[in-house]
């Protein structure tokens, strides 16, 4: 039975719905560990969007490791690991203004020292890979796409830049709900992809500079912004 999801709304609203609708099977048990998920063609005609929407969808999920594509098998549906003692609370709705902003704040205290860390040990393939992701998220904006989830693998690149695997293990462990515009359902204003990514690239050109003070400086530029832009947008949406 077809899904209706309303084609006649912006594709940015259609990834989201899809995303909620896919999420809620796999946390009610709908869809268990080790259940593939309907073909790409099998979610278009379901739910009667894009494979644009439906890929788009598919790397949200996999952002926040509820399922792992297998080349040429299908997508399925992984055993989500328990949060650590004491950190039950991070797998918590983030509906809520305030958790928005505490994970934010929990993010900038790690991504400040990572970028500084990234920039003093990057190997040049890594710098590669941290420029590459930026410039994939330039493309999803072309595409009108929101770029969730390549803003998240961005990040995931510094991250993994540290060289420290606990770095990039704690944010996969948050997960791509943790960018702030996943919460948000209308269309952003206009421009502020465009200043995202122009801080994105600051803190890109400070890495490979090797300019530690910086990449750290320019990271946090960033993602203190990014908690006063959550408000802001926030009360837009009201």
């Given at each position: 039975?077809?899904?209706?999801?309303?084609?006649?709304?912006?594709?940015?609203?259609?990834?989201?719905?899809?995303?909620?609708i896919?999420?809620?099977?796999?946390e009610?048990?709908?869809?268990?560990?080790?259940?593939?998920?309907?073909?790409?063609?099998?979610l278009?005609?379901?739910?009667?969007?894009?494979?644009?929407?439906?890929?788009?969808?598919?790397?949200?999920?996999?952002?926040?490791?509820?399922?792992?594509?297998?080349?040429?098998?299908?997508?399925?549906v992984?055993?989500?690991p328990?949060?650590?003692?004491?950190?039950?609370?991070?797998?918590?709705?983030?509906?809520?203004l305030?958790?928005?902003?505490?994970?934010?704040e929990l993010?900038?205290?790690?991504?400040?020292?990572?970028?500084?860390?990234?920039?003093?040990?990057?190997?040049?393939?890594?710098?590669?890979?941290?420029?590459?992701?930026?410039?994939?998220?330039?493309?999803?904006?072309?595409?009108?796409?929101?770029?969730?989830?390549?803003?998240?693998?961005?990040?995931?690149?510094?991250?993994?830049?540290?060289?420290?695997?606990?770095f990039?293990?704690?944010?996969?462990?948050?997960?791509?709900?943790?960018?702030?515009?996943?919460?948000?359902?209308s269309?952003?204003?206009?421009?502020?992809?465009?200043?995202?990514?122009?801080?994105?690239?600051?803190?890109?050109?400070?890495?490979?500079?090797?300019?530690?003070?910086?990449?750290?400086?320019?990271?946090?530029?960033?993602?203190?912004?990014?908690?006063?832009?959550?408000?802001?947008?926030?009360?837009?949406v009201?």
């Open positions: 039975m077809k899904t209706t999801v309303g084609a006649r709304r912006p594709r940015e609203n259609l990834t989201q719905k899809v995303t909620g896919l999420r809620d099977r796999i009610t048990g709908v869809l268990r560990p080790g259940d593939r998920l309907p073909t790409e063609q099998g278009i005609a379901e739910f009667g969007v894009s494979r644009t929407v439906i890929r788009e969808a598919i790397s949200g999920l996999r952002a926040d490791g509820l399922v792992e594509p297998r080349h040429g098998v299908g997508v399925f992984l055993d989500r328990a949060p650590p003692p004491g950190l039950e609370m991070l797998r918590g709705s983030l509906d809520r305030s958790s928005i902003i505490e994970i934010l993010r900038t205290a790690a991504e400040i020292e990572a970028a500084g860390l990234a920039a003093e040990r990057a190997s040049p393939a890594q710098q590669a890979r941290i420029r590459e992701s930026c410039a994939e998220i330039d493309r999803a904006v072309l595409r009108g796409e929101r770029a969730e989830a390549a803003d998240f693998a961005f990040h995931l690149t510094i991250m993994e830049a540290t060289n420290n695997p606990l990039p293990e704690f944010l996969q462990f948050l997960g791509q709900r943790t960018i702030p515009r996943s919460q948000i359902s269309t952003v204003p206009e421009g502020y992809l465009e200043r995202i990514q122009a801080e994105h690239m600051a803190i890109v050109d400070a890495i490979a500079a090797g300019d530690t003070d910086r990449a750290r400086s320019t990271m946090r530029t960033h993602l203190r912004g990014a908690l006063k832009r959550y408000e802001a947008l926030l009360r837009s009201r």
